[in-house]
Protein backbone atom coordinates (compact mmCIF):
# COMPACT_ATOMS: atom_id res chain seq x y z
CA UNK A 1 0.00 0.00 0.00
CA UNK A 2 1.36 3.64 -0.92
CA UNK A 3 0.36 5.19 2.38
CA UNK A 4 0.24 8.73 0.58
CA UNK A 5 -2.89 8.02 -1.46
CA UNK A 6 -6.31 8.32 0.40
CA UNK A 7 -7.96 5.12 -1.16
CA UNK A 8 -6.13 3.02 0.97
CA UNK A 9 -7.37 4.53 4.00
CA UNK A 10 -10.91 4.13 2.77
CA UNK A 11 -10.18 0.29 1.88
CA UNK A 12 -8.95 -0.30 5.63
CA UNK A 13 -11.74 1.16 6.84
CA UNK A 14 -13.89 -1.23 5.11
CA UNK A 15 -12.07 -4.33 6.15
CA UNK A 16 -12.63 -2.69 9.74
CA UNK A 17 -16.13 -2.45 9.33
CA UNK A 18 -16.54 -5.84 7.87
CA UNK A 19 -14.81 -8.03 10.79
CA UNK A 20 -16.97 -5.47 13.19
CA UNK A 21 -20.15 -6.74 10.71
CA UNK A 22 -19.23 -10.42 10.83
CA UNK A 23 -18.90 -9.95 14.86
CA UNK A 24 -22.01 -8.67 15.35
CA UNK A 25 -23.56 -11.63 13.21
CA UNK A 26 -22.22 -14.15 14.66
CA UNK A 27 -22.51 -13.30 18.25
CA UNK A 28 -26.11 -10.53 18.41
CA UNK A 29 -24.85 -9.67 21.89
CA UNK A 30 -21.75 -7.20 19.89
CA UNK A 31 -25.06 -4.90 18.52
CA UNK A 32 -25.72 -4.09 21.95
CA UNK A 33 -24.50 -0.47 22.68
CA UNK A 34 -23.66 0.47 25.96
CA UNK A 35 -22.46 4.18 25.82
CA UNK A 36 -20.01 3.57 29.41
CA UNK A 37 -18.02 1.87 27.25
CA UNK A 38 -18.14 4.74 24.18
CA UNK A 39 -15.51 6.90 24.21
CA UNK A 40 -14.87 9.82 21.65
CA UNK A 41 -12.16 11.68 21.94
CA UNK A 42 -10.50 14.65 19.00
CA UNK A 43 -8.27 17.34 18.15
CA UNK A 44 -8.54 21.00 16.53
CA UNK A 45 -5.25 22.24 15.57
CA UNK A 46 -4.50 25.47 13.47
CA UNK A 47 -0.90 26.55 12.53
CA UNK A 48 0.71 29.18 10.72
CA UNK A 49 4.48 29.14 9.65
CA UNK A 50 7.14 30.98 7.40
CA UNK A 51 10.25 30.26 6.17
CA UNK A 52 13.27 32.75 4.37
CA UNK A 53 15.52 32.01 2.50
CA UNK A 54 14.68 27.99 2.19
CA UNK A 55 16.27 27.71 -0.81
CA UNK A 56 19.45 29.54 0.02
CA UNK A 57 19.03 31.64 -2.71
CA UNK A 58 17.19 34.32 -4.92
CA UNK A 59 14.11 32.77 -6.38
CA UNK A 60 11.26 33.68 -5.76
CA UNK A 61 10.17 30.47 -3.79
CA UNK A 62 12.84 30.61 -1.72
CA UNK A 63 10.46 32.62 1.06
CA UNK A 64 7.53 31.06 2.65
CA UNK A 65 4.35 30.85 4.63
CA UNK A 66 1.06 28.78 4.93
CA UNK A 67 -1.69 28.44 7.22
CA UNK A 68 -2.29 25.00 7.69
CA UNK A 69 -4.89 22.63 10.10
CA UNK A 70 -5.62 19.36 11.15
CA UNK A 71 -9.07 17.65 12.78
CA UNK A 72 -9.13 14.54 14.26
CA UNK A 73 -12.43 12.53 15.89
CA UNK A 74 -12.01 9.36 17.02
CA UNK A 75 -14.01 6.51 18.31
CA UNK A 76 -13.15 3.73 20.39
CA UNK A 77 -15.68 1.18 21.95
CA UNK A 78 -14.66 -1.87 24.43
CA UNK A 79 -16.87 -4.56 23.22
CA UNK A 80 -15.73 -6.58 25.83
CA UNK A 81 -13.35 -6.54 28.65
CA UNK A 82 -10.56 -7.97 26.45
CA UNK A 83 -11.86 -7.04 22.89
CA UNK A 84 -12.26 -3.45 21.55
CA UNK A 85 -12.38 -0.88 18.50
CA UNK A 86 -10.75 2.48 17.52
CA UNK A 87 -11.48 4.49 14.32
CA UNK A 88 -9.75 8.14 13.59
CA UNK A 89 -10.85 10.33 10.97
CA UNK A 90 -8.49 13.14 10.01
CA UNK A 91 -8.84 15.92 7.70
CA UNK A 92 -5.58 17.62 7.41
CA UNK A 93 -5.20 20.23 4.32
CA UNK A 94 -3.16 23.63 3.78
CA UNK A 95 -5.57 26.78 3.54
CA UNK A 96 -6.74 28.01 0.71
CA UNK A 97 -7.15 24.83 -0.77
CA UNK A 98 -10.38 22.24 -0.97
CA UNK A 99 -7.48 19.49 -1.30
CA UNK A 100 -8.82 18.74 -4.99
CA UNK A 101 -5.66 16.25 -6.10
CA UNK A 102 -2.31 16.63 -4.68
CA UNK A 103 -2.17 20.91 -5.00
CA UNK A 104 -2.75 22.34 -1.75
CA UNK A 105 -3.00 19.22 0.34
CA UNK A 106 -0.67 19.01 3.83
CA UNK A 107 1.52 16.24 2.17
CA UNK A 108 5.62 15.79 2.43
CA UNK A 109 7.07 19.02 1.88
CA UNK A 110 10.66 19.55 1.39
CA UNK A 111 10.88 23.22 1.33
CA UNK A 112 9.06 23.12 5.07
CA UNK A 113 5.80 24.44 5.20
CA UNK A 114 2.65 22.43 5.96
CA UNK A 115 4.60 19.42 6.90
CA UNK A 116 7.97 17.81 6.47
CA UNK A 117 6.67 14.35 6.62
CA UNK A 118 8.90 10.74 5.48
CA UNK A 119 7.37 8.32 2.72
CA UNK A 120 5.07 6.89 5.55
CA UNK A 121 1.86 9.22 5.87
CA UNK A 122 -1.59 8.63 5.44
CA UNK A 123 -2.73 10.96 2.50
CA UNK A 124 -4.42 14.56 2.62
CA UNK A 125 -7.63 15.64 2.75
CA UNK A 126 -9.87 13.54 4.90
CA UNK A 127 -8.70 10.26 5.22
CA UNK A 128 -8.71 7.42 8.29
CA UNK A 129 -5.31 7.88 10.01
CA UNK A 130 -6.10 4.64 12.55
CA UNK A 131 -8.62 1.67 12.26
CA UNK A 132 -8.16 -1.44 14.39
CA UNK A 133 -9.17 -4.10 16.66
CA UNK A 134 -7.35 -4.44 19.53
CA UNK A 135 -7.99 -8.06 21.44
CA UNK A 136 -5.77 -8.86 24.83
CA UNK A 137 -4.86 -11.97 26.86
CA UNK A 138 -5.52 -14.08 23.60
CA UNK A 139 -5.11 -17.74 25.11
CA UNK A 140 -2.81 -16.69 27.60
CA UNK A 141 -2.75 -13.43 30.36
CA UNK A 142 -0.78 -10.53 28.71
CA UNK A 143 -1.00 -11.80 25.15
CA UNK A 144 -2.44 -9.65 22.91
CA UNK A 145 -3.15 -8.87 18.80
CA UNK A 146 -3.97 -5.10 17.19
CA UNK A 147 -4.98 -5.11 13.58
CA UNK A 148 -5.72 -2.85 11.32
CA UNK A 149 -4.21 1.28 10.45
CA UNK A 150 -2.69 2.01 13.81
CA UNK A 151 0.44 4.48 15.13
CA UNK A 152 3.44 2.67 15.83
CA UNK A 153 6.20 4.27 18.75
CA UNK A 154 9.42 2.59 19.35
CA UNK A 155 11.65 4.20 22.11
CA UNK A 156 12.28 8.32 20.93
CA UNK A 157 10.52 7.67 17.79
CA UNK A 158 14.16 7.46 15.91
CA UNK A 159 13.03 4.92 13.82
CA UNK A 160 9.37 4.45 14.11
CA UNK A 161 7.43 7.66 15.66
CA UNK A 162 3.96 9.39 14.81
CA UNK A 163 5.16 12.40 13.83
CA UNK A 164 2.79 14.41 15.47
CA UNK A 165 4.08 17.87 14.38
CA UNK A 166 3.24 16.55 10.66
CA UNK A 167 -0.45 17.72 10.31
CA UNK A 168 -1.03 14.42 8.90
CA UNK A 169 1.45 12.49 10.58
CA UNK A 170 2.25 8.63 10.03
CA UNK A 171 0.55 5.82 10.52
CA UNK A 172 0.64 2.12 9.49
CA UNK A 173 -1.49 -0.84 8.24
CA UNK A 174 0.25 -3.36 10.26
CA UNK A 175 -0.68 -6.27 12.30
CA UNK A 176 1.26 -6.89 15.61
CA UNK A 177 1.26 -9.34 18.69
CA UNK A 178 2.50 -7.94 21.71
CA UNK A 179 3.12 -9.76 24.89
CA UNK A 180 2.86 -7.47 28.61
CA UNK A 181 4.56 -8.85 31.62
CA UNK A 182 5.90 -7.28 35.00
CA UNK A 183 9.78 -7.53 33.42
CA UNK A 184 9.42 -7.45 29.95
CA UNK A 185 7.46 -6.46 26.72
CA UNK A 186 7.81 -7.74 23.69
CA UNK A 187 6.11 -6.57 20.07
CA UNK A 188 5.80 -8.79 17.06
CA UNK A 189 4.78 -6.66 13.76
CA UNK A 190 4.45 -6.84 10.02
CA UNK A 191 3.70 -3.63 7.84
CA UNK A 192 2.53 -3.13 4.30
CA UNK A 193 4.10 0.11 3.51
CA UNK A 194 3.40 -0.54 -0.91
CA UNK A 195 1.06 -2.72 -2.15
CA UNK A 196 1.30 -3.95 -5.66
CA UNK A 197 -2.19 -5.41 -5.56
CA UNK A 198 -3.83 -2.32 -5.89
CA UNK A 199 -1.66 -0.53 -7.96
CA UNK A 200 0.76 0.99 -5.28
CA UNK A 201 -2.22 3.11 -3.63
CA UNK A 202 -4.84 3.37 -7.00
CA UNK A 203 -3.40 6.81 -8.08
CA UNK A 204 -6.08 9.43 -8.86
CA UNK A 205 -7.18 8.69 -12.48
CA UNK A 206 -6.49 4.77 -12.10
CA UNK A 207 -9.81 3.39 -13.65
CA UNK A 208 -9.25 -0.09 -11.90
CA UNK A 209 -9.08 1.51 -8.99
CA UNK A 210 -12.96 2.23 -8.58
CA UNK A 211 -14.71 0.08 -6.31
CA UNK A 212 -12.33 -2.94 -7.24
CA UNK A 213 -9.99 -4.18 -4.42
CA UNK A 214 -7.87 -6.31 -6.81
CA UNK A 215 -7.70 -4.59 -10.06
CA UNK A 216 -7.20 -6.29 -13.74
CA UNK A 217 -4.07 -6.64 -14.68
CA UNK A 218 -2.05 -5.62 -11.94
CA UNK A 219 1.50 -7.04 -10.61
CA UNK A 220 0.21 -9.79 -7.58
CA UNK A 221 1.92 -9.76 -4.41
CA UNK A 222 5.54 -9.73 -5.87
CA UNK A 223 6.81 -6.36 -6.01
CA UNK A 224 5.34 -5.21 -2.10
CA UNK A 225 7.48 -3.47 0.58
CA UNK A 226 7.20 -4.47 3.66
CA UNK A 227 8.64 -3.85 7.43
CA UNK A 228 9.10 -6.69 10.21
CA UNK A 229 9.91 -5.64 13.32
CA UNK A 230 11.17 -7.58 16.77
CA UNK A 231 10.91 -4.89 19.86
CA UNK A 232 11.93 -6.14 23.34
CA UNK A 233 11.78 -3.87 26.83
CA UNK A 234 12.94 -5.66 29.57
CA UNK A 235 12.50 -3.69 32.88
CA UNK A 236 15.39 -4.41 34.98
CA UNK A 237 14.80 -1.80 37.81
CA UNK A 238 12.16 1.29 38.19
CA UNK A 239 12.11 4.52 35.21
CA UNK A 240 15.20 1.93 33.50
CA UNK A 241 14.38 0.16 30.47
CA UNK A 242 16.92 -1.97 27.90
CA UNK A 243 15.20 -1.95 24.70
CA UNK A 244 16.70 -4.36 21.94
CA UNK A 245 15.39 -4.31 18.45
CA UNK A 246 15.45 -5.92 15.24
CA UNK A 247 13.52 -4.62 11.75
CA UNK A 248 13.36 -6.11 8.22
CA UNK A 249 12.79 -3.60 5.59
CA UNK A 250 12.17 -5.58 2.45
CA UNK A 251 11.39 -4.29 -0.88
CA UNK A 252 10.82 -6.42 -3.37
CA UNK A 253 10.23 -3.43 -6.55
CA UNK A 254 12.34 -4.17 -9.39
CA UNK A 255 16.33 -2.06 -9.36
CA UNK A 256 15.30 1.19 -10.92
CA UNK A 257 12.14 1.47 -9.58
CA UNK A 258 13.71 4.96 -7.05
CA UNK A 259 16.92 6.29 -6.84
CA UNK A 260 19.62 4.68 -4.13
CA UNK A 261 19.59 7.89 -1.65
CA UNK A 262 15.69 7.48 -1.58
CA UNK A 263 14.02 6.75 1.49
CA UNK A 264 13.03 3.33 2.05
CA UNK A 265 14.36 2.85 -1.41
CA UNK A 266 13.20 -0.06 -3.93
CA UNK A 267 15.12 -3.74 -4.14
CA UNK A 268 16.22 -3.60 -0.80
CA UNK A 269 16.79 -6.26 2.00
CA UNK A 270 17.87 -4.14 4.63
CA UNK A 271 18.76 -5.71 8.38
CA UNK A 272 18.33 -3.01 11.34
CA UNK A 273 19.97 -4.69 14.46
CA UNK A 274 20.15 -1.94 17.55
CA UNK A 275 18.83 -1.33 20.84
CA UNK A 276 18.48 1.60 23.29
CA UNK A 277 19.13 1.75 27.30
CA UNK A 278 16.96 4.78 28.76
CA UNK A 279 16.23 6.16 32.08
CA UNK A 280 16.18 8.53 35.19
CA UNK A 281 18.08 8.89 38.52
CA UNK A 282 17.19 11.56 40.90
CA UNK A 283 16.95 14.98 38.33
CA UNK A 284 19.85 12.98 35.77
CA UNK A 285 17.90 11.25 32.69
CA UNK A 286 19.55 9.97 29.97
CA UNK A 287 19.36 7.43 27.11
CA UNK A 288 21.62 5.93 24.38
CA UNK A 289 20.71 4.36 21.34
CA UNK A 290 22.89 2.42 18.30
CA UNK A 291 21.98 0.09 15.47
CA UNK A 292 23.57 -1.21 12.22
CA UNK A 293 22.47 -1.93 9.56
CA UNK A 294 23.34 -4.66 6.99
CA UNK A 295 22.08 -6.83 3.82
CA UNK A 296 21.51 -5.49 0.18
CA UNK A 297 20.31 -3.13 -1.85
CA UNK A 298 20.06 -2.68 -6.00
CA UNK A 299 22.78 0.36 -7.04
CA UNK A 300 19.61 1.15 -9.67
CA UNK A 301 22.00 1.05 -12.79
CA UNK A 302 21.08 0.50 -16.23
CA UNK A 303 21.34 -3.39 -15.93
CA UNK A 304 22.59 -4.22 -12.42
CA UNK A 305 21.72 -7.23 -10.56
CA UNK A 306 19.19 -6.96 -8.33
CA UNK A 307 20.90 -6.28 -4.59
CA UNK A 308 24.05 -5.94 -5.59
CA UNK A 309 25.37 -3.88 -3.09
CA UNK A 310 25.99 -4.38 0.46
CA UNK A 311 24.65 -2.54 3.25
CA UNK A 312 26.78 -1.42 5.78
CA UNK A 313 25.90 1.46 7.78
CA UNK A 314 25.24 2.34 11.46
CA UNK A 315 23.63 5.19 13.85
CA UNK A 316 24.06 6.86 17.13
CA UNK A 317 22.56 8.71 19.80
CA UNK A 318 22.67 10.01 22.59
CA UNK A 319 20.99 12.25 25.61
CA UNK A 320 21.91 13.23 28.96
CA UNK A 321 20.36 16.02 30.97
CA UNK A 322 19.86 16.96 34.61
CA UNK A 323 16.53 18.75 36.03
CA UNK A 324 16.94 20.69 38.76
CA UNK A 325 13.76 19.80 40.75
CA UNK A 326 14.54 22.10 44.14
CA UNK A 327 15.12 25.54 41.79
CA UNK A 328 12.54 27.84 40.86
CA UNK A 329 10.73 26.71 37.47
CA UNK A 330 12.90 23.59 37.30
CA UNK A 331 15.64 23.67 34.76
CA UNK A 332 16.97 21.54 32.96
CA UNK A 333 20.58 21.56 31.18
CA UNK A 334 20.99 18.76 28.64
CA UNK A 335 23.57 17.61 25.77
CA UNK A 336 22.56 15.52 22.67
CA UNK A 337 24.85 14.14 20.34
CA UNK A 338 23.71 12.54 16.96
CA UNK A 339 25.62 10.89 14.54
CA UNK A 340 24.50 8.87 11.32
CA UNK A 341 26.94 7.01 8.85
CA UNK A 342 27.24 8.34 5.10
CA UNK A 343 28.52 7.00 1.81
CA UNK A 344 31.73 8.60 0.02
CA UNK A 345 30.56 6.73 -3.33
CA UNK A 346 27.07 8.44 -3.75
CA UNK A 347 28.20 10.81 -5.76
CA UNK A 348 31.57 9.72 -7.34
CA UNK A 349 32.56 7.72 -10.28
CA UNK A 350 34.95 5.25 -11.27
CA UNK A 351 36.76 3.35 -9.29
CA UNK A 352 35.22 5.18 -6.23
CA UNK A 353 31.59 4.21 -7.18
CA UNK A 354 28.95 2.18 -5.16
CA UNK A 355 28.89 -0.09 -7.78
CA UNK A 356 33.05 -0.96 -8.08
CA UNK A 357 33.33 -1.22 -4.47
CA UNK A 358 30.03 -3.29 -4.03
CA UNK A 359 28.85 -1.73 -0.99
CA UNK A 360 26.74 1.11 0.07
CA UNK A 361 26.82 2.93 3.49
CA UNK A 362 24.53 5.29 4.03
CA UNK A 363 22.00 4.95 7.01
CA UNK A 364 18.34 5.06 5.82
CA UNK A 365 15.79 6.49 9.01
CA UNK A 366 12.82 4.53 8.39
CA UNK A 367 9.60 6.09 9.54
CA UNK A 368 10.95 8.85 12.81
CA UNK A 369 9.57 11.84 13.93
CA UNK A 370 12.53 13.67 13.75
CA UNK A 371 11.32 17.32 14.42
CA UNK A 372 12.69 17.40 17.68
CA UNK A 373 15.79 15.50 17.38
CA UNK A 374 17.72 17.38 14.65
CA UNK A 375 17.06 21.03 15.29
CA UNK A 376 12.65 22.17 14.92
CA UNK A 377 13.80 23.52 11.79
CA UNK A 378 13.80 20.27 10.13
CA UNK A 379 16.91 20.65 8.18
CA UNK A 380 18.30 17.46 9.08
CA UNK A 381 17.59 13.43 9.09
CA UNK A 382 19.40 10.96 10.80
CA UNK A 383 21.76 9.66 8.00
CA UNK A 384 24.84 10.74 6.52
CA UNK A 385 25.04 13.60 9.73
CA UNK A 386 26.42 14.63 12.90
CA UNK A 387 25.28 17.07 15.21
CA UNK A 388 25.89 18.30 18.71
CA UNK A 389 23.06 20.10 20.50
CA UNK A 390 23.08 21.84 24.09
CA UNK A 391 19.08 22.57 25.80
CA UNK A 392 17.49 24.26 28.25
CA UNK A 393 14.27 24.27 29.99
CA UNK A 394 12.58 26.34 31.66
CA UNK A 395 8.91 25.48 33.23
CA UNK A 396 7.22 28.68 34.53
CA UNK A 397 4.92 27.02 35.84
CA UNK A 398 3.00 22.91 36.15
CA UNK A 399 1.04 23.76 32.16
CA UNK A 400 4.08 26.01 30.51
CA UNK A 401 7.66 25.48 29.71
CA UNK A 402 10.15 27.44 27.69
CA UNK A 403 13.08 25.94 26.14
CA UNK A 404 16.25 27.35 24.20
CA UNK A 405 18.15 24.99 21.98
CA UNK A 406 21.75 25.51 19.80
CA UNK A 407 22.55 22.48 17.40
CA UNK A 408 25.72 22.15 15.26
CA UNK A 409 24.98 20.79 12.12
CA UNK A 410 27.91 18.45 9.75
CA UNK A 411 27.95 16.28 7.63
CA UNK A 412 29.37 12.78 8.16
CA UNK A 413 30.79 12.22 4.52
CA UNK A 414 31.11 15.31 3.14
CA UNK A 415 31.11 13.67 -0.43
CA UNK A 416 27.72 12.12 0.33
CA UNK A 417 24.61 14.45 0.18
CA UNK A 418 22.64 16.65 2.94
CA UNK A 419 19.18 14.92 3.47
CA UNK A 420 16.75 16.71 5.03
CA UNK A 421 14.69 15.91 7.87
CA UNK A 422 11.71 14.24 5.29
CA UNK A 423 14.60 12.51 4.50
CA UNK A 424 14.88 13.75 0.57
CA UNK A 425 17.90 15.56 -0.75
CA UNK A 426 18.34 18.96 0.11
CA UNK A 427 20.91 19.56 -1.62
CA UNK A 428 23.67 17.37 -3.60
CA UNK A 429 27.12 17.15 -2.56
CA UNK A 430 30.17 17.39 -5.14
CA UNK A 431 32.55 14.43 -5.31
CA UNK A 432 34.94 17.44 -5.01
CA UNK A 433 33.15 18.67 -1.59
CA UNK A 434 35.46 19.08 1.46
CA UNK A 435 33.40 20.95 3.64
CA UNK A 436 31.62 19.29 6.00
CA UNK A 437 30.14 21.91 8.62
CA UNK A 438 26.74 23.10 7.28
CA UNK A 439 25.67 25.68 10.09
CA UNK A 440 24.57 26.03 13.42
CA UNK A 441 20.85 26.45 14.63
CA UNK A 442 18.68 28.23 17.51
CA UNK A 443 15.49 27.42 18.00
CA UNK A 444 13.55 29.34 21.07
CA UNK A 445 9.84 27.92 22.31
CA UNK A 446 7.28 28.07 24.32
CA UNK A 447 4.09 26.16 25.47
CA UNK A 448 1.50 26.66 27.65
CA UNK A 449 -2.12 24.80 27.43
CA UNK A 450 -5.06 27.11 28.68
CA UNK A 451 -8.21 25.70 30.34
CA UNK A 452 -6.56 21.93 30.55
CA UNK A 453 -7.68 21.59 27.20
CA UNK A 454 -6.40 24.42 25.02
CA UNK A 455 -2.60 23.88 23.89
CA UNK A 456 -0.89 26.98 22.86
CA UNK A 457 2.83 27.28 21.24
CA UNK A 458 5.26 29.37 19.68
CA UNK A 459 8.82 29.02 17.77
CA UNK A 460 11.36 30.87 16.39
CA UNK A 461 14.65 29.32 14.69
CA UNK A 462 17.52 30.84 12.96
CA UNK A 463 19.97 28.54 10.63
CA UNK A 464 23.91 30.45 10.64
CA UNK A 465 24.75 29.33 7.40
CA UNK A 466 28.53 27.13 7.26
CA UNK A 467 31.07 26.60 4.82
CA UNK A 468 29.21 24.28 2.88
CA UNK A 469 26.81 26.62 1.64
CA UNK A 470 29.38 29.66 1.84
CA UNK A 471 31.72 27.77 -0.57
CA UNK A 472 28.89 26.80 -3.07
CA UNK A 473 27.88 30.59 -2.93
CA UNK A 474 31.44 31.68 -3.88
CA UNK A 475 31.80 29.20 -6.94
CA UNK A 476 28.55 30.10 -8.26
CA UNK A 477 29.55 33.89 -8.00
CA UNK A 478 33.27 33.32 -9.43
CA UNK A 479 31.14 31.75 -12.41
CA UNK A 480 31.97 27.90 -11.50
CA UNK A 481 29.21 26.16 -12.72
CA UNK A 482 28.91 24.14 -9.44
CA UNK A 483 29.83 23.73 -5.90
CA UNK A 484 29.55 21.55 -2.92
CA UNK A 485 25.49 21.80 -3.75
CA UNK A 486 24.47 21.10 -7.22
CA UNK A 487 21.49 23.23 -7.76
CA UNK A 488 21.96 26.91 -8.63
CA UNK A 489 19.38 27.77 -5.76
CA UNK A 490 22.73 28.31 -3.67
CA UNK A 491 23.68 31.57 -4.36
CA UNK A 492 23.77 33.31 -1.82
CA UNK A 493 24.94 32.87 1.92
CA UNK A 494 22.27 34.26 3.47
CA UNK A 495 20.81 33.09 6.90
CA UNK A 496 17.28 31.27 7.22
CA UNK A 497 14.48 32.26 9.14
CA UNK A 498 11.72 29.92 10.29
CA UNK A 499 8.70 30.33 12.97
CA UNK A 500 5.20 28.94 13.62
CA UNK A 501 2.32 30.26 16.24
CA UNK A 502 -0.08 27.05 16.78
CA UNK A 503 -2.99 26.21 18.97
CA UNK A 504 -5.12 23.05 19.75
CA UNK A 505 -8.03 21.88 21.62
CA UNK A 506 -7.94 18.16 22.85
CA UNK A 507 -10.85 16.29 23.97
Not at 195 to 206: K, Q, R
Not at 466 to 480: H, P
Request: negative net charge; charged residues 15%; aromatic residues 12%.
Amino acid sequence: MDIRTRLSGWMALAVFATVGGAMVAADPAFAKVDVDKLTVSGEIRVRYEYRTQANFGTSANSNESAGSHRVRIGVGYDLTPDVSFFAQVQDARVWGSECVGAAGCATANTSGIGTVSSNNQNGSGVDLHQGYIQVKNVLVPGLGLKLGRQEIIYGDHRLFGNFGWSQVGNAFDAAKVMWTSEMVDVDLFWARIIESEVAAGCAAGNANCSGVIFPVGQTKSTTDQDIYGAYVTFKPAASWTIEPYYFLLKDSRPPGSTALITPQASSQARNILGGRINGKAGGLDASLEADMQFGSISSNTVGAPSDNLHINAHQEAAKLGYTFAAVPMKPRIGIEFNYASGDDCVNKTGVNSCVSRGSFNTADNLYPTNHFHMGYMDLMAWKNMVNYAVMFDLKPSDVSKFQVNFIIHRLARTTDNWYRASQGVYATSLATNQEASLGQELDIHYWHTFKEKFKFEVGYGHFFTGAYIEKSAAQVASGASTGPASTATFTNTSDQNWGYVMASVLF
